[in-house]
């Protein structure tokens, strides 16, 4: 409890000492209750990105799912949109030793409504909950983006867990990447993926007294100084930079990374207030050799060498700015440009000349003073143009120096950036860019495109991929775009659309890794969510329902399905259905004969909705209400109706194949219960024989 600012501005404020402790109403003489108010301890307004319709919520056939962003701004959904299209890494969230049997359900899931769940709490381990939601979590969104047919999903769940939700800002994603490694070695510490993303450094002693020095991450932080921003380096050099900051990397011990992580996620920031972008060039492969312990004895010469490079473009640097600018009265004062300044001096005495010699002409009067003045000024401009050609041809050289110098520490920079002709030699690490956040809102994406296997001429081996542009924006009316892009557009997003960026880089390995069917609990999850898409689909598209037309109870014909509702107002009967396999064309997942195996959702038919009981799990169904026997005594009212002509109608039969219960995220199975409408002369006859 606090007050607010406009609330406290007279009231006196601090903390005074006391021995013993008091809990109870203020005890001052002059407390006034009514002055009181509670107030919140800290600002709850939270902005909410609101979604667009469900027919543009949809999945476009062969276009990735993703993860929209979170109003925080960071970019965790980003980067797990990024590392689901890496093998390695969607096979490590997915954490096979540790499967749930049901993952419980909840129709606003995808959009950042919790699932609640059962935990027994164990005393000797607190933090086995925590682990335990992180995995679940992780898994299901690792099966939503594989299988869902919504266009994406919510990291909100994610980062209302107790163990994310404690960090904000840039430290979230190595926060969050150390905790699943954590969750992930405590339940199977054998794990051959629980250290994707860890990269470990050394640092050697500087004496033989000390012991090197490790120290491990799973999330690079690289800041780019101006010294590096737009000087046509690379995220090389930057590297350089932050591992070897030092000139004599002897004096503080050298640095190189023992192991670099299959999976290497940076997180770029670029210092300074000049200029947008990063101000680096962001390579599409990138070598670690040069980093790694084999190397150190060819860094160690490049080191030399760049630095004395370095030293030799300051200096000219340095020598260009006394050339070009001279200041009057000495630093403190008004600065002017070297050759505008001589050449202003050499105009000026050219026109004094000029004019000398008109004077005189005109006044008939040739004296020797005027001569001499007129030769004087004549000679200064002359000198005046002579040094300012020489400046201007100095500050070219310096000019070409400097380009030189830059161009050999370009070609040191490469050292270990290229592949080599021959496969023997070095480098052999190579890790390829698999995904790129510069804006938050965007996120670019390289997805997996396989052939067509029922095409016989398609070669089903070979496997390409394609850049995806992935943006999502709440105030716009095309909230969801996926657009197909060059990896040139990649590159330059990546260096000029914003001062930081989170770039993922994948190794051959990581992207070679073995991968496996989703776990069939997880498909089971999926299938329910992809089940309740599409009744909200049904629901925001089919017209308002109407009243059916009556039809006899042994009509066998076809005006059970009304054309102009597009949908079955009653079941037909299962015979009918089975022998004609028709489908109802308005539901979204009716587009041909269903498929045990399929994981999408099932496809309806004419058949009752029982056929769903396989691809519901038992925990998400709605009970069905007991049924005493006495209730199945019906009198004969109930059996025929109160007067003739009178048509009898379902109770509680509903429409839908997926129904809301009457619990929060609760769903049901629905069912068709043939109407029977009956007309006057039928109805007669029946009374007739009533005793």
Known sequence: MNLSTSQTQDQETGVTASDQSYFGPVRHEHNETKNWIMTYSKPTAKEVLLNPEPKDRQRSPGTPAFLKPSPAGHRLSALLTVLHSIPASREAFLNREHVKTDYGYHNEWWDGTSIDSTWVFDEQDPAATERGDLIYELQRLMAFLSHTERAYGSTEVLLNLPSIRCVEGDRLIPHFLESWKAATTHYDPASPLADIFTTEGVRTASDELNKPTKQQTCCLDLYINNEIAFTGQTLYDALDDMLWPSPNPAESGEVYLETVADILVVQVVRQGEAGSGLGIKIP????????????????????????????????????????????????????????????????????????????????????????????????????????????????????????????????????????????????????????????????????????????????????????????????????????????????????????????????????????????????????????????????????????????????????????????????????????????????????????????????????????????????????????????????????????????????????????????????????YVPEISMDDEESSDVEAQRP
């Open 284 to 671: 599409i492969t990138w070598y670690s050799d040069r980093y790694l312990q084999p190397a150190r004895k060819f860094v160690k010469q490049m080191l030399k060498d760049k630095v004395a490079l370095k030293s030799e473009i300051t200096r000219l640097d340095e020598e260009k700015a006394k050339l070009t600018n001279f200041s009057a009265n000495g630093a403190g004062g008004r600065s002017f440009e070297t050759v505008n300044l001589l050449d202003a001096a050499r105009s000026y005495f050219e026109k004094r000349a000029s004019r000398l010699e008109a004077l005189e002409t005109a006044g008939g009067n040739e004296s020797e003073a005027t001569s001499t003045e007129i030769n004087g000024h004549t000679m200064l401009a002359e000198e005046l143009k002579e040094l300012s050609a020489r400046v201007t041809e100095r500050l070219r050289d310096l000019d070409e120096s400097k380009t030189h110098a830059m161009k050999q520490l370009h070609d040191l920079s490469r050292l270990f950036t290229v592949a080599s002709e021959n496969p023997d030699q070095p480098p052999y690490h190579r890790y390829t860019l698999r995904g790129v956040c510069a804006e938050h809102h965007t996120v670019f994406v390289q997805m997996r495109i396989e052939p067509d296997s029922e095409d016989e001429n398609t070669n089903i081996e070979k496997i390409d991929w394609q850049w995806w542009k992935l943006e999502y924006h709440s105030d716009v009316s095309q909230a969801v775009s996926r657009t197909k892009v060059r990896e040139i557009e990649v590159l330059k997003a990546a260096k000029d659309d914003a001062r930081t960026a989170l770039l993922v880089y994948a190794s051959d390995q990581a992207m070679a890794w073995k991968t496996e069917s989703i776990p069939s609990q997880l498909l089971d999850f999926i299938r329910v969510d992809n089940l309740s898409f599409a009744a909200e689909l049904e629901s925001s598209t089919s017209p308002k329902p109407m009243t059916p037309t009556k039809r006899k109870a042994d009509d066998q014909g076809d005006d059970d399905y009304d054309e102009d509702f597009q949908q079955y107002p009653r079941s037909p009967p299962k015979d009918r259905a089975t022998e004609s396999g028709a489908v109802n064309p308005a539901l979204p997942w009716s587009s041909g004969p269903a498929r045990p195996a399929d994981v999408l959702a099932p496809r309806a038919t004419r058949l009752n909705a029982n056929s769903y009981d396989n691809y519901i799990p038992t925990s998400l169904r709605e009970p069905e209400p007991a049924i005493s026997p006495s209730s199945m005594l019906l009198d004969d009212e109930e059996c025929f109706g109160e007067t003739n002509g009178q048509e009898m109608q379902d109770k509680g039969a509903g429409r839908g194949l997926v129904q809301r219960g009457s619990g929060t995220g609760a769903y049901k199975l629905g069912s």
